[in-house]
Nanobody, 125 residues
Framework: QLQLAESGGGLVQTGGSLRLSCAVPGDMLDSYGIAWFRQTPGKEREGIFCIGENDDRWDYLDSVEGRLTITRDGARKMVYLDINKLKPEDTAVYYC??????????????????WGRGTQVTVAS
């Protein structure tokens, strides 16, 4: 059964940096778009980025102001989310998600049919 697995979350200080990792099984990176979402308590999950098989990228969240970056490593079968200059409002559970084919222009959750369990990021003020 295909499953995504996030890692790299934790407790960090404001202004710090984190790299979140999403392990993507098999050859999924050859044909799936992989996205990062985040969710804070009481709010809906919001899409951040999606990266496609040709390394093309979709930005879904303007408010991140260039502090967040998505990259992929096909050899390691990983997709990364780098978060710099962390703010308390970055505190959330971060998820990676996948869909077969191209990344959608619409970041709605229903576009993605495979999800990881999430990794918690807590930013101390």
């Amino acid at each position: 059964q295909l499953q995504l697995a996030e890692s790299g979350g934790g407790l960090v200080q404001t202004g710090g940096s984190l790299r979140l990792s999403c392990a993507v099984p098999g050859d999924m990176l050859d044909s799936y778009g992989i996205a990062w979402f985040r969710q804070t308590p009481g709010k809906e999950r919001e899409g951040i980025f999606c990266i496609g098989e040709n390394d093309d990228r979709w930005d879904y969240l303007d408010s991140v102001e260039g502090r967040l970056t998505i990259t992929r490593d096909g050899a390691r079968k990983m997709v990364y989310l780098d978060i710099n200059k962390l703010k308390p409002e970055d505190t959330a559970v971060y998820y990676c998600a996948a869909l077969l084919g191209l990344c959608p222009t619409d970041s709605g959750e229903s576009n993605f049919h495979l999800w990881g369990r999430g990794t918690q990021v807590t930013v101390a003020s």
